[in-house]
């Protein structure tokens, strides 16, 4: 028999255990509010900061390149997001599939590595939502902004939304809806007017000549150059490479889907349709804004934290900066409640698992919603967005996001192996290669990430085997010694695969 830490959940047990008692998850999503989830987490920061500023340090013109390498690096993970989350629609995203393939302990580290990722993006995220609101409204540096601490205005948009996620999944959505209309209208706004600016001599020479650039020292170099000692280049080849693993970063999000599959109506046909679409359509919208921004504006002058207002201002065009800021607004905040959503989720998993206390995971009997783990969240989140400066901690959530997705690519090659009879809605194409391919450009673009990040994750995930060793696995093993009399479903389809309430 395997060790405990390496016994996984059975399909089954897991599609079982959303009918637990006061553990039910409403079902209210549709393949178009999931579309909408997606589009709403990936069009954020990514969309009106990272282009011109990846622009003007790697790629020049070519940045819109680097946007469709990144696109086709996320694309081969967000088809094993969808195979897994149609096989197993069940709360928790990769916790979920890493437990049912690579065993308890990886579950964990995976669970560990997503709270990482979901709640430190979201007060990132807060953060950012805050200095846009300051500088669209000039309100006081006290109250909002870099220099507010407390950031009142971070702490408010996190409690409101904490709000909004306990009443309702389905009014999230709906929130989540409204927002990205205005977001969408926005980036189109952009794009429509724009045009009417670009000038070709900007888009002269669309691939500037490669030209070394001064490594980063200490902590602040990426791994691999520490490890190789790799002279890093600047635009040509290597500099759209060098762009597209940062702005590779501005699709993340589309993860966060999988964590509503308990709450979709039909998981097996929408869950694909959600991830694919809300992917594809934010892939067209960044490379159509890339071409743009740099067709407008010289690329060397769009190193800023607003390059698209600052685009439009370079072609005496200053009333639009106050529409993009508007935009970046309503963008930034339908990321949190996303990512806010996607947190509550996994630890609602993780806490039904019993590898965190499983009275968390109570249910709202009028609302449907983990509102106690909604509200635990949220107030731990408001807290770290309005007194930790979290700028440098960033790209934590980076690494954890492209962790996850390795676990996942290789989850799906491990399921196929392990248990081929299952009925898959989707399923990935020309395994294992794709699955394979996933692997091999997540570990490319985390080693090209700064070694002060990678100590960072490492103890992070020290205090997460602590934690495990001294409660999740004597609780989890309490808890399987409980089910060891009760008989296990044959059907992976279970009570609710399809329920349409």
């Known amino acids: 028999m395997a060790p405990s830490v390496l016994r996984t959940k ?9 009918d637990e008692p006061g553990h039910r998850l409403k079902r209210e999503l549709s393949a178009l509010d999931l579309t909408v989830f997606g589009v709403g987490v990936i069009v954020g920061t990514g969309i009106f900061v990272l282009t011109g500023q990846q622009a003007a ?103 409101l939304l904490t709000v909004v996620g306990v009443v309702g999944t389905k009014l999230s959505g709906r929130v989540t809806g409204v927002l990205v209309a205005i977001k969408v209208a926005v980036v189109l706004f952009v794009i429509g ?27 602040e170099e990426p791994l691999l150059q520490a490890l190789l000692g790799i002279v890093p280049q600047q635009f040509g080849f290597f500099g759209i490479v060098a762009a597209a693993s940062i702005v590779f970063f501005a699709y993340i999000g589309f993860d966060v889907v ?35 921004v740099t067709g407008m504006a ?43 959503l996607g947190q509550s989720r996994v630890l609602f998993a993780m806490s039904r698992d019993h590898l965190l206390p499983p009275g968390i995971a109570r249910v709202h009997p009028r609302f449907g919603t983990p509102w106690l783990i909604t509200i635990g969240t949220g107030v731990v989140v408001a807290l770290v967005s309005g007194f930790v400066p979290l700028a ?65 994750f490492v103890i992070w995930m020290v205090i997460g085997f602590v934690l495990y060793f001294v409660y999740g696995m004597r609780a989890a093993g309490r808890r399987r010694a409980t089910e060891a009399v009760a008989p296990t479903p044959v059907s992976p389809a279970g009570p609710r695969t399809h329920d349409p309430a």
């Open 10 to 18: 059975s399909i089954e047990r897991s599609i079982l255990d959303t």
């Open 57 to 159: 340090r790697n790629a020049g013109p070519a940045i819109v390149i680097s946007f469709l390498l990144a696109a086709v690096v996320c694309a081969l993970a967000a088809l094993c997001y969808a195979e897994f989350a149609s096989t197993v629609p069940v709360a928790g995203s990769a916790y979920t599939f890493g437990y049912a393939t690579l065993g308890e302990l990886v579950a964990w580290i995976i669970g560990w590595d997503l709270v990482l990722e979901l709640g430190l993006g979201a007060a990132v995220v807060a953060r950012g939502w805050s200095a846009y609101l300051q500088t669209l409204f000039d309100l006081p540096p006290w109250l909002a902004g870099d220099s507010a601490v407390p950031d009142w205005g971070a702490m408010f948009i996190v409690a």
């Open 193 to 219: 007017l724009g045009l009417f600016y670009i000038s070709s001599d900007n888009l002269t020479p669309f691939v500037p000549p490669a030209q070394p650039t001064e490594g980063a020292s200490g902590g």
């Open 258 to 292: 999988a964590t509503t599959a308990e709450e979709t109506r039909n998981p097996q046909r929408d869950m694909p349709r959600g991830i694919l679409a809300s992917l594809a359509m934010c892939a067209v919208l960044y490379m159509a804004v890339a071409f743009v």
């Open 298 to 340: 010289r690329y060397s002058s769009l190193d800023t934290g607003a390059p698209l207002a600052k685009a439009f201002s370079d072609v005496g065009v200053e009333w639009a900066s106050k529409v993009i800021s508007l935009g970046a607004i309503c963008g930034i905040t339908t990321v949190i409640l996303v990512l806010l």
């Open 392 to 456: 440098k901690l960033s790209e934590l959530t980076s690494i954890g996001t492209l962790f996850a997705f390795v676990v996942v690519s290789i989850g799906v090659v491990v399921l196929r192996r392990t248990r081929p009879e299952l009925p898959r809605a989707f399923r990935v194409p020309w395994v294992p290669v794709i699955p394979i391919a996933a692997v091999l450009a997540c570990l490319w673009l985390m080693i090209n990430l700064p070694v002060d990040t990678w100590i960072r």
